[in-house]
């Protein structure tokens, strides 16, 4: 488990902008999760972080000066970037953002990365019907608050597994899912049997390890398990083995198809789902909550927080206003 002294900060003197090159300043940085699979030189599908460099991610900031026709000085834009109050890069590395009269933050959020993910785990993958039982875990989160949302608007029974009354209060009463299991109050499966009486079509998996495992018993004939995330085992110890419930048997038996994805994957429809996301939020059918951290030294305090539940909705750090 990462923790503060895991972190470093360090001052560096910037160069000017070149050509093409434009000075950010940084107003808002997302910790994610997915941070902790680069904080490991494990195989996968992101280069791991590199010792002595920044982290690097989700950023918004804005342009303080620009050396290109592409951007002017004002302009809020966000790009996977180095941790950094500001920055200077090629604007080729970012994108301007519009966040339709919402805080600039958004674009990390309800308009960002987090609410695409959902969608497309929700509704290319999970596919969720009318009158379908549909199951997301770490509901009250980034992805979870977006992905509840969505299954509830085509009619299906929700239920989320959160961590705390807290986050069950905010996912019913909120955000509309009609039931909330606390897993931290133990026998999940017996929580999850009331709450699913008619079995589970579509398990949105966000966490893993033993939530899932009280989930493939009570899969339907053909249901559908996007997996999106498995936070329960990104800080298991060298050699640790994340073992439970082999799941062939159910899958053979329901029939169920479970398909792992990542975002990425679905970048040739981002501009649909942004236009979705977008209308959703002005018509008031998606609400979401941020937690936000002030200040760029509390980076590590956000970030670490995510794997002790310390967040509702998505976890951001604010490091200055916009002028
Ligand atoms: P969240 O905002 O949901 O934050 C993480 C939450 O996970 C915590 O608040 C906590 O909530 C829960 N959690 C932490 N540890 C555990 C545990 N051991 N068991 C169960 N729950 C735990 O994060 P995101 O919404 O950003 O991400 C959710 C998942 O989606 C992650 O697994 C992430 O890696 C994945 N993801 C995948 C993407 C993809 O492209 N496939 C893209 C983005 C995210 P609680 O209090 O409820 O425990």
Same mark, same amino acid.
């Given at each position: 488990m990462p923790d503060e002294q895991t972190f470093q900060f360090t001052d560096i003197e910037l160069d000017k902008p070149e050509n093409g090159e434009v000075l950010l300043k940084t107003l808002y940085i997302s910790v994610d999760p997915y941070m902790r699979g680069?904080?490991?030189?494990?195989?996968?599908?992101?280069?791991?972080?590199?010792v002595g460099k920044p982290l690097e991610g989700g950023v918004v900031a804005q342009v303080l000066a620009s050396n290109t026709a592409e951007l002017q000085k004002g302009d809020i834009v966000r790009?996977?970037?180095?941790?950094?109050?500001? +920055?200077?890069?090629?604007?080729? !590395?970012?994108?301007? #953002?519009?966040?339709n009269g919402l805080s600039p933050s958004a674009a990390l959020s309800v308009l960002g990365m987090p609410a695409l993910t959902a969608y497309f785990g929700m509704m290319h993958i999970g596919k969720p019907q009318k009158g379908e039982t549909v199951v997301v875990s770490g509901a009250a989160g980034a992805v979870g608050q977006i992905a509840g949302q969505l299954a509830k608007q085509v009619g299906a029974y929700v239920v989320g597994i959160v961590g705390s009354e807290e986050k069950a209060a905010y996912i019913t009463e909120k955000l509309g899912y009609d039931a909330a299991i606390e897993y931290k109050k133990g026998d999940v499966a017996k929580q +999850?049997?009331?709450?699913?009486? !008619?079995?589970?079509? #579509?398990?949105?998996?966000?966490?893993?390890?033993?939530i899932g495992d009280a989930i493939w018993p009570l899969l339907n004939t053909f249901a559908r398990v996007p997996v999106c995330g498995a936070i329960s085992s990104y800080n298991l110890k060298e050699g640790e083995?994340?073992?439970?419930?082999?799941v062939q048997q159910f899958l053979i038996k329901s029939r169920a198809t479970m398909?792992?994805?990542?975002?990425?994957?679905?970048?040739?429809?981002y501009k649909d789902a942004y236009a979705f996301l977008a209308k959703g939020v002005t018509d008031g059918k998606i609400v979401f909550e941020e937690t936000i951290h002030d200040g760029f030294h509390a980076i590590p305090e956000a970030?670490?927080?995510?794997?002790?539940?310390?967040?509702?909705?998505?976890?951001?750090?604010?490091?200055?206003?916009?002028?």
């Amino acid at each position: 488990m990462p923790d503060e002294q895991t972190f470093q900060f360090t001052d560096i003197e910037l160069d000017k902008p070149e050509n093409g090159e434009v000075l950010l300043k940084t107003l808002y940085i997302s910790v994610d999760p997915y941070m902790r699979g680069r904080m490991s030189n494990k195989k996968s599908y992101a280069a791991p972080f590199e010792v002595g460099k920044p982290l690097e991610g989700g950023v918004v900031a804005q342009v303080l000066a620009s050396n290109t026709a592409e951007l002017q000085k004002g302009d809020i834009v966000r790009g996977t970037l180095p941790f950094q109050t500001h +920055l200077v890069v090629s604007a080729e !590395n970012v994108s301007k #953002v519009e966040t339709n009269g919402l805080s600039p933050s958004a674009a990390l959020s309800v308009l960002g990365m987090p609410a695409l993910t959902a969608y497309f785990g929700m509704m290319h993958i999970g596919k969720p019907q009318k009158g379908e039982t549909v199951v997301v875990s770490g509901a009250a989160g980034a992805v979870g608050q977006i992905a509840g949302q969505l299954a509830k608007q085509v009619g299906a029974y929700v239920v989320g597994i959160v961590g705390s009354e807290e986050k069950a209060a905010y996912i019913t009463e909120k955000l509309g899912y009609d039931a909330a299991i606390e897993y931290k109050k133990g026998d999940v499966a017996k929580q +999850l049997e009331e709450a699913c009486p !008619n079995g589970i079509d #579509v398990y949105y998996e966000n966490v893993g390890g033993d939530i899932g495992d009280a989930i493939w018993p009570l899969l339907n004939t053909f249901a559908r398990v996007p997996v999106c995330g498995a936070i329960s085992s990104y800080n298991l110890k060298e050699g640790e083995k994340d073992i439970g419930l082999r799941v062939q048997q159910f899958l053979i038996k329901s029939r169920a198809t479970m398909q792992g994805f990542l975002v990425g994957d679905f970048a040739e429809h981002y501009k649909d789902a942004y236009a979705f996301l977008a209308k959703g939020v002005t018509d008031g059918k998606i609400v979401f909550e941020e937690t936000i951290h002030d200040g760029f030294h509390a980076i590590p305090e956000a970030f670490t927080g995510l794997f002790t539940g310390q967040n509702i909705g998505k976890q951001l750090v604010k490091v200055a206003d916009a002028e």
